[in-house]
């Protein structure tokens, strides 16, 4: 693992990286266990990822904890999964703490269980001070939803006089978003063979580097998360510019 430690360029990191978590309940199936077992092997990848990104000086991390479209599990699956989220956060908030990870949150908040919604909120408020690097959790998240969201808060300063149709630009729409104020992900890493971004920060990973692994997400390990970073690196961003003109922005 160090050697593949030492390949990484600490300079060239993505400073935010996006992980759909998919494969949860397949892997559990694999091992004749039910779903349920699958997301709570998860956890510890959900661990490793957030310390070896912290470790590298990776800032943001956003993790695709539970969408929307996740309600239509079945109810035994979907009450787990809220039991386990206040189960993890009350367990790792003084780990968080000790790391210096703060925790943030962004999706229809509101809509979850209370009692999930109360722990959520207490990690949060628990963790503010922490700056060495955030750790992002979508929950009930869907980014239609969050899109929907920012065109209607948007219209209506609009129709009130805030705003003029007009003085609308990619920094205005960026502030109406759920994720104002966290930079673009570079990097976003789907598990499970998946190739699909699954409605998950659509406008946010427009140049971002994709990368979509063949395994399941309690298997995604730091050797898992450091690979995905070195194929990052090798890769040529151009941001729609052509190879030469890359190379002449370099000079």
């Known amino acids: 693992m160090e050697d593949l430690k030492s390949k990484i360029n600490l300079d060239n990191l993505p400073q935010h990286i996006a992980i759909i978590m998919d494969g949860n309940g397949r892997w559990a199936k694999k091992h004749g ?5 699958g ?21 943001y991390v956003t993790l695709y904890a539970f969408s929307t479209e996740n309600w239509g599990r079945p109810k035994a699956e979907v009450n787990a999964l809220m039991t ?11 780990t968080m703490n000790k790391n210096g990870i703060r925790l943030k949150a962004i999706g229809d908040l509101e809509a979850l269980p209370s009692k999930s919604y109360k722990t959520l909120m207490e990690g949060i408020e628990s963790t503010k001070d922490n ?6 959790l979508a929950l009930n998240y869907s980014a239609k939803w969050e899109i929907m969201r920012a065109v209607r808060g948007i219209a209506q300063e609009a129709v009130d006089g805030k705003i003029k149709p007009g003085d ?66 090798n890769r040529e961003r151009r941001f729609g510019k052509t190879s030469e003109q890359i190379e002449g922005d370099k000079s």
């Not at 386990?84 to 003084?94: C, D, F, H, N, P």
Request: no cysteine.
């Open 39 to 59: 997301h709570r092997n998860g956890v510890k990848a959900v661990r490793e990822t957030t310390e070896g990104a912290a470790e590298l000086g990776v800032k």
């Open 33 to 37: 266990q039910p779903r349920v077992f």
């Open 131 to 136: 700056t060495r690097m955030t750790l992002v």
């Open 84 to 94: 386990l989220l206040v189960q993890t956060i009350r367990k790792e908030v003084a």
């Open 168 to 233: 609308i630009d990619e920094a205005t729409f960026d502030d109406a978003l759920s994720t104002k104020g966290i930079p673009h992900p570079e990097l976003m890493i789907r598990t499970s063979g998946e190739q699909r971004i699954s409605n998950f920060l659509l406008w946010q990973i427009a140049y971002a580097e994709l990368a979509f692994l063949p395994i399941y997400w309690p298997e995604f390990t730091r050797e898992h998360l450091y690979q995905a970073i070195i194929d990052y690196q």
